[in-house]
């Protein structure tokens, strides 16, 4: 029976950080969404929160992306034209304690994802990656050309390993179309400061901790390592506003009208700054002290990362708009507004 539903796209994860913003994106430039999110890292008010921003709320199935029945009922009763992976889980500790959740989630999800995406002729796919798959590169910016490298954690293997799951998968087949983004690192939230990160308990990334800290939740922050080879001995990161990352899966899924296989971008700004920079721009967007230490390096923590971001700029016409002033002026409304998160 022709399925006469409105074309949408899926994202699966589209309750989370980066997946809510880009269906907010998505739907803001048109386009139908259906999120497909099992919430283990999320709450159902980020789709509220974007009904209210969006004017209507993104179509939304509560379940997981290993479920191959559910999935095959999701692309029998929805027309698909491609799908957005967001889903998995992400932090790099519990990874080393529970590397096996994180290989199922997601490996073998990505795997079950593109089972189901074949069976209902659904060939389009955007995939959540990460700059980690570099592991430490000797030379900086990272280029899509840099080698992959050996990732310090189970959770940077495991997006190695999807992301070569998918290389052979488009060689396999010239009917795929699949956009690998290797974020750098996201941060930031939606202007509004209605949806943003929602870090459960203690948050493992700077942003969040140095939000929290200046929020009155948390003491102080620990800087993990002074002693890096960079200007001010600690770490450098490409932090890049979660709002310019939402954009680049638009200007992703436009790519994937005319191009085929598998494709690779950098979605970074270009641009490298230290933490306590980081934490000197927070102070100044929040009107805050934070106090801060020095602390032992992190395990598994690299000294520099930050993209050669030309190949999007050329081959996707996106480039970054918002700079640091608006990351943290935009993270600290987030803050202030939901200082506990969604809860
Ligand atoms: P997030 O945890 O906020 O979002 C992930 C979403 O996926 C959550 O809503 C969670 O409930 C859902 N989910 C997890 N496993 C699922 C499953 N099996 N089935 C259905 N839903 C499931 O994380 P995020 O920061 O928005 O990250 C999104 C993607 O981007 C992830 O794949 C992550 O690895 C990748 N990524 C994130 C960062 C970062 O720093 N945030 C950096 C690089 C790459
Ligand atoms: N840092 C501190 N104190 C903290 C937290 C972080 O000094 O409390 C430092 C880190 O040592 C690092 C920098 O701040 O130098 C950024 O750390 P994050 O944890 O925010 O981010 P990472 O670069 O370590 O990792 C992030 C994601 C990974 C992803 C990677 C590349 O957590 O999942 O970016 O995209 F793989």
Redesign the pocket.
């Known amino acids: 029976m022709p399925n006469h539903t409105p074309e949408c796209y899926l994202l699966?994860?589209?309750?989370?950080?980066?997946?809510?913003h880009s269906t907010l994106a998505l739907m803001q430039a048109g386009h139908q969404v259906l999120v497909?999110?099992?919430?283990?890292?999320?709450s159902p008010i980020?789709l509220d929160r974007l009904g209210q921003l969006a004017g209507r709320a993104p179509l939304f199935v509560q379940?997981?992306?290993?479920?191959a029945a559910l999935l095959e009922q999701v692309f029998a009763s929805h027309r698909i034209s491609a799908v957005l992976?967001?889903?998995?889980?992400?932090a790099v500790g519990e990874s080393v304690q529970q590397p096996l959740a994180y290989f199922d989630?997601?490996v073998a999800?990505t795997i079950s994802l593109c089972k189901a995406m074949a069976q209902a002729g659904v060939f389009k796919l955007v995939f959540?990656?990460?700059?980690?798959v570099y592991g430490e590169p000797e030379t900086m910016p990272i280029h899509e050309s840099t080698p992959t490298g050996r990732p310090t954690n189970p959770?940077g293997r495991s997006?190695l390993m999807a992301e070569e799951v998918l290389r052979d998968l488009a060689a396999s087949d010239p009917r795929w179309r699949v956009a690998v983004l290797?974020?750098?690192?996201?941060v930031g939230a939606h202007e509004s400061g209605l949806i943003g990160?929602?870090p459960h308990g203690i948050p493992n990334?700077l942003l969040p901790y140095i939000a929290q800290v200046a929020g009155g939740k948390l003491a102080e922050l620990a800087v993990f390592g002074n002693d890096y080879p960079t200007p001010d001995g600690t770490g450098v990161r490409d932090y890049i506003h979660v709002q310019d990352l939402a954009q680049g899966h638009l200007k992703a899924l436009q790519a994937l009208q005319t191009r085929t296989g598998l494709n690779v971008w950098n979605l970074g700004t270009g641009q490298g700054y230290s933490v306590l920079e980081m934490l000197r721009a927070f102070e100044a967007a929040s009107g805050r002290q934070i106090p801060y230490r020095i602390a032992p390096r992190r395990p598994g923590d690299i000294a520099r990362c930050w993209a050669d971001a030309s190949k999007a700029k050329i081959e996707l016409g996106w480039q970054c708009k918002l700079g640091l002033a608006e990351m943290m002026r935009d993270a600290w409304r987030w803050q202030v507004q939901s200082p506990n998160g969604y809860a």
């Open positions: 699966t994860g589209g309750a989370g950080y980066i997946g809510s497909l999110d099992n919430l283990c890292n999320s980020s379940g997981d992306v290993r479920d992976h967001f889903a998995g889980l992400k989630n997601n999800g959540s990656s990460s700059a980690t959770y997006k290797r974020y750098f690192n996201p990160e929602d990334n």
